[in-house]
Every structure is written in C-alpha cells, then in structure tokens.
C-alpha cells in the first residue's frame, strides 16, 4: 500500500491550505485514515483522523475548530482543510492508513505510513 501526501506549501499566518492524501488500494477505503504532522525537534503527532465512512471524526486539541478531516472513498482519497494556519502548524505532514476501520487516534493504531509535505506558515 502507498500512501501519497500532497499540497503542501508556504502560506501565511491566518491563511489556509489543503492537503490531499491518496491511497493506492481500494483497500483504505475500508480503513481508517489520518493525518501526522513533525515540527523540527518534536515528536511526531496525530492531528486529525477519520473511521472509513467518513461519519467518525478525531482532532488534536492543537487544531479543533481549524482544521477538517474528510474522505472521498470513491477517489480512495483523504484531505486536510487547514485554516486560521499559526506558525506553530509549521510541520512535515503525512498520512497513514489505519488498522481497522474505526478512527485510529494512536500511534499504534496505524499500520501503513506515507511521505510527507512541508507546511510553512510565516508570521
């Protein structure tokens, strides 16, 4: 299974990007799907996941009411929708494909990985 993140970019403080994630078996779409993110010299953490029909939905403190998570399982796509972006959100993000079909919140709880995109927000 491969996993490809794109849409990354430069953007400033208060702007808004999204990423698209695709997965290249029909199989993520029985999954559930989320999105990672690394800042330099942090540790690697969940942002925003989602069960595989798309109804169940997790977000990380950091990002409530800014960013969406949502899927097209058709296009055995995922897509981030950041908005209100603060330089904090500045991060290699990378999707994963989870273990079963509800919404993996833990690390532990992914079992395919993708390469990421750079997000950059200047304040």
């Known amino acids: 299974v491969q996993l490809q993140a794109s849409g990354g970019g430069s953007v400033q403080a208060g702007g808004s990007l999204r990423l698209s994630c695709t997965c290249s078996r029909r199989t993520c779409s029985n999954n559930g799907m989320g999105w990672f993110r690394q800042a330099p010299g942090k540790e690697r953490e969940v942002v925003a996941s989602?069960?595989?029909?798309?109804?169940?939905?997790y977000y990380a403190d950091s990002v409530k009411g800014r960013f969406t998570v949502s899927r097209d399982n058709a296009k055995n796509t995922v897509y981030l929708q950041m908005s209100s972006l603060k330089s904090e959100d500045t991060a290699v993000y990378s999707c994963?494909?989870?273990?079963?079909?509800?919404?993996?919140?833990?690390?532990?709880?992914?079992?395919?990985w993708g390469q990421g995109t750079l997000v950059t927000v200047s304040s």
């Open positions: 994963a494909a989870g273990r079963g079909s509800l919404v993996p919140t833990k690390e532990s709880e992914f079992q395919y």
């Open positions: 989602i069960g595989w029909r798309g109804y169940s939905t």
